[in-house]
């Protein structure tokens, strides 16, 4: 892929562990949540340069999340103040000709998307997991996990196809 420079925004600690990407700018939701009461929740890093703390841990523990953390983070991520100057500075800076997000069941992401969209204009593709679409049969799923997907979904639809469904509807490489 001659000419094609990929640039990542992660929001997960480590970073990529691939040649590909030349530059990320990075979010957590520690990161995000400091934000809340001072500092600043994102920060740019070269991967020519890759900082030996962001290389991600063999130790994590994995934890079972249950809708209500996927709540608590929706509004960590809604309070925070990642969309600092620094942020709009890195998409300008990178001029992309496409946005590619995984979304997954994330509305956060959504919002990611919508910023960087207003800034640069360009065409999105994303990636939307199925469990976003697919739920457990009903008598395993609570009330609250029923209205956090049905958000999901709703804000998936409206931020991401509405903009760009004659754009896509245009293109013969659209399967």
């Known amino acids: 892929m ?13 970073c990529s562990d ?12 520690i990161s995000v949540l400091k934000s809340i009461f001072r500092g600043k ?3 740019h890093i070269s991967m020519a340069q ?10 994590r523990i994995v934890v079972r999340r249950t809708t209500m953390a996927y709540l608590i ?3 960590i991520w809604k309070l925070g103040h990642w969309y600092e100057q620094e942020f709009r500075n890195f998409i300008v800076n990178i001029n992309p000709d496409i946005l590619y997000l995984p979304i997954y069941r994330s509305g956060y992401i959504c919002d990611i998307q919508k910023k960087a969209y207003q800034i640069t204009k360009c065409p999105i593709v994303c990636h939307i997991s199925d469990d976003v679409y697919s739920m457990p049969p009903s008598s395993q799923v ?3 996990k029923r209205i956090y997907y049905k958000w999901i979904r709703k804000k998936i639809s409206l931020k991401i196809w509405q903009k760009n469904t004659t754009q896509y509807s245009k293109s013969p490489f659209i399967l």
């Open 50 to 59: 890759v900082p030996e703390e962001t290389t991600p841990s063999d130790n």
């Open 2 to 14: 001659a000419g094609v420079r990929i640039f990542n925004i992660c929001c997960q600690a480590g």
């Open 18 to 29: 691939n040649t590909i990407v030349e530059d990320t700018w990075q979010m957590t939701d």
């Open 73 to 75: 983070r929706e509004l």
């Open 41 to 43: 929740a994102g920060r």
């Open 142 to 144: 609570s009330p609250l």
